[in-house]
């Protein structure tokens, strides 16, 4: 029976309960969290699982093509453990053949693996491609959630959001050109009562970087009026930090040390924390890196105590670049995220797999699923498809193919391929990479990675908003640390309204953390509490925040939250510890080792990057492309 308190939450709405996934339950447990692995990071062979991933935890997907993927399925996640738990190392012998040879095989079809068999296409045309995908759609973590709200078509990403336009001449990440993507956006105006409102284009810009340019609010939850407007512009004095932290925020932000930047200075940021820059060598208090805490672990899964300062540096923190003199370019952001990206991949690698020609078309033409794997294309994309095995065939200098065994459908089947790019994960890589070599395993084992989960709510209208008069917010108790409302960009008859009165998403980035522990038991234990909890509890307590928040101003969540899409990733991000970038003691960048192929083997993947972005994943792809056709073609 549904309490009282729920109902007024709107727990009992049916919208929030369509489109569930409807498959069986599947049991994980602590294989998603403990090592389950041996010296070097191999995999060995537990698989004792006590989670329940089901269409409960899983919850609605809205509506469209992406509905059936959002964040992590059931039935991937239940494969990618039976893979750590080592099921398939025998299994995998006993493969259905199928006869299938290819010139590149691609693991991975996010940006890393579609850039890939863009690249080995433009350059060997006659050459044929497989890309195996585990997921139901392309993309990776560039997908977008698709809302219909009293009959607006309203869209938010469910990961992978934002771009910056390259030029003309940008180099080996710049497809722009290539894939015939405009390089110039216009973006509907707040109307109504809402005019003149400043709204971000994207979900980071505005946390930091060009905060002072749009309508923040700062949610302070024990405090008679809690919401501060304009922190950094004129509402500092009025935040509840005492006067040591406000002056501490004002140095920090007007601190500059560019101009002392040298190589050698990089190799030592890249040595201690971004905790210990903070406060051991500016002397700031700990408030100044907890708020900052959340900021980066948006960005890199952890925060300033699990994070090399490099990173701090090359994010262009406060600390390192006075804050008045960020660049005033804007991150650019289609209406799903980068789901407009890997669609204009997908179109230019297969013309049939998406209808239309126009830019509108592209971003919203159905996909045609039952084109992208058919033999006479010359690129196939296989989806739902998780490999389990790639393993040279042949000894030393000797190897003449690679095989690959995958799973689909309950099924097992392998095929072969003169040449393969590992465009997936590296805690997925270093365990279906049977010959990975030694050295290879010991620098993985550098790479940490962390969950972050996304929340797409769909609004009947922002009212409570434009009362407020506030686009986006940040808090630091409770479910999240931001939320925010972006501006549509302005895409033919598919525009979204931007009116208080009409629909909207509102989009959460919830980076899962744990300060003090390791990178490594941050990442397991946050892993876990994303498999532990179910949509319900999660949806309860986004519901919890957004009335503590908002009510005052009129928010009403049975009247006002039309639906709520959950995206978990599990290995959202990388976090760079210490010596990632440089190296430690001396040695080789762990980057750098795996970056090199071995055999007919080359991993391309957006990790080696230090963080996940679009176009330096695309550049790691075309990368790991190069260095084999050197070799092989």
């Given at each position: 029976m549904t309490s009282k308190y729920e109902k007024e939450l709107g727990m009992d709405k049916s919208i929030t309960r369509r489109d569930f996934f409807i498959g069986s339950s599947l049991i994980l447990g602590s294989a998603a969290i403990g090592s389950g692995r041996d010296v070097y990071g191999q995999p060995n062979s537990r698989g004792d699982y006590s989670f329940n991933v089901d269409s409960d935890w899983y919850g609605p997907g809205g509506i469209g093509d992406y509905k059936q993927s959002h964040g992590n399925t059931p039935e991937l996640i239940k494969t990618a453990h039976e893979i750590r738990?080592?099921?398939?190392?025998?299994?995998?012998?006993?493969?259905?053949?199928?006869?299938?040879?290819?010139?590149?095989?691609?693991?991975?079809?996010?940006?890393?693996?579609?850039?890939?068999?863009?690249?080995?296409?433009?350059?060997?045309?006659?050459?044929?491609?497989?890309?195996?995908?585990?997921?139901?759609?392309?993309?990776?973590?560039?997908?977008?959630?698709?809302?219909?709200?009293?009959?607006?078509?309203?869209?938010?990403?469910?990961g992978s959001n934002d771009f910056g336009i390259p030029t003309i001449n940008g180099g080996p990440d710049d497809y722009f050109s290539a894939l015939n993507m405009p390089r110039e956006f216009k973006y509907i105006e707040p109307g109504g009562s809402a005019a003149g409102m400043r709204i971000p284009l994207d979900n980071y810009d505005w946390m930091t970087w060009q905060e002072r340019r749009f309508d923040v609010g700062h949610f302070f939850q024990d405090e008679a009026n809690p919401w501060v407007k304009d922190v950094w512009n004129k509402g500092l004095n009025s935040t509840p930090w005492n006067k040591e932290t406000r002056d501490a925020f004002t140095y920090v932000r007007s601190f500059d040390r560019r101009e002392t930047d040298t190589p050698e200075t990089e190799r030592w940021l890249d040595s201690i924390t971004l905790k210990s820059y903070y406060e051991d060598e500016l002397g700031l208090p700990p408030e100044v890196t907890s708020y900052y805490d959340p900021?980066?672990?948006?960005?890199?899964?952890?925060?300033?105590?699990?994070?090399?300062?490099?990173?701090?540096?090359?994010?262009?923190?406060?600390?390192?670049?006075?804050?008045?003199?960020?660049?005033?370019?804007?991150?650019?952001?289609?209406?799903?995220?980068?789901?407009?990206?890997?669609?204009?991949?997908?179109?230019?690698?297969?013309?049939?797999?998406?209808?239309?020609?126009?830019?509108?078309?592209?971003?919203?033409?159905?996909?045609?699923?039952?084109?992208?794997?058919?033999?006479s294309k010359p690129v196939r994309i296989r989806l739902n498809s998780t490999v389990v095995s790639v393993k040279h065939e042949g000894q030393g200098k000797k190897h003449e193919r690679v095989k690959i065994v995958y799973s689909k459908d309950g099924q097992l089947s392998q095929l072969n391929a003169k040449t393969v790019v590992m465009a997936?994960?590296?805690?997925?890589?270093?365990?279906?990479?049977?010959?990975?070599?030694?050295?290879?395993?010991?620098?993985?084992?550098?790479?940490?990675?962390?969950?972050?989960?996304?929340?797409?709510?769909?609004?009947?209208?922002?009212?409570?908003?434009?009362?407020?008069?506030?686009?986006?917010?940040?808090?630091?108790?409770?479910?999240?640390?931001s939320c925010?409302?972006?501006?549509?960009?302005?895409?033919?008859?598919?525009?979204?309204?931007?009116h208080p009165d009409k629909p909207i998403v509102m989009t959460f980035y919830a980076p899962i953390y744990k300060p003090g522990l390791t990178r490594k038991e941050q990442g397991a234990m946050?892993?876990?509490?994303?498999?532990?909890?179910?949509?319900?509890?999660?949806?309860?307590?986004?519901?919890?925040?957004?009335?503590?928040?908002?009510?005052?101003?009129?928010?009403?969540?049975?009247?006002?939250?039309?639906?709520?899409?959950?995206?978990?990733?599990?290995?959202?991000?990388v976090n760079p510890g210490l010596g990632f970038r440089f190296g430690a003691n001396g040695e080789t960048a762990p980057p750098d080792i795996i970056r090199k192929p071995y055999g007919r083997i080359a991993i391309g993947h957006s990790e080696l990057r230090g963080h996940q972005y679009w176009s330096g994943a695309a550049g790691e792809g075309r990368r790991a492309v190069e260095s084999l056709i050197d070799q092989y073609f």
């Open positions: 738990a080592g099921r398939f190392n025998t299994e995998a012998e006993y493969a259905v053949d199928s006869g299938e040879e290819y010139d590149l095989v691609v693991v991975g079809g996010g940006f890393s693996g579609l850039s890939a068999a863009y690249h080995f296409n433009r350059l060997n045309p006659s050459g044929r491609i497989l890309i195996l995908d585990n997921h139901p759609i392309f993309g990776g973590e560039a997908k977008r959630n698709d809302f219909n709200v009293n009959g607006y078509h309203i869209s938010g990403p469910q900021i980066m672990a948006s960005i890199i899964g952890l925060g300033c105590d699990a994070t090399s300062a490099y990173w701090g540096k090359y994010f262009e923190m406060p600390g390192f670049y006075k804050t008045s003199e960020y660049d005033e370019t804007l991150l650019q952001s289609f209406p799903g995220g980068n789901a407009g990206i890997a669609r204009h991949f997908v179109k230019k690698l297969n013309p049939e797999a998406i209808s239309g020609t126009s830019f509108e078309e592209i971003l919203f033409g159905k996909i045609a699923f039952n084109k992208l794997d058919e033999e997936s994960g590296g805690w997925v890589n270093r365990h279906i990479l049977k010959d990975l070599p030694q050295n290879y395993h010991r620098a993985y084992s550098y790479f940490g990675h962390s969950p972050v989960l996304v929340a797409n709510v769909a609004l009947t209208n922002w009212r409570f908003l434009q009362r407020l008069g506030v686009s986006s917010a940040i808090w630091s108790k409770g479910f999240g640390f925010n409302i972006r501006r549509p960009m302005i895409v033919g008859d598919q525009s979204q309204p931007l946050g892993r876990a509490e994303i498999l532990g909890t179910t949509f319900a509890d999660y949806e309860r307590q986004i519901r919890e925040q957004m009335v503590m928040m908002f009510s005052d101003a009129g928010f009403d969540p049975v009247k006002d939250i039309a639906g709520i899409i959950l995206n978990r990733w599990g290995h959202a991000y």
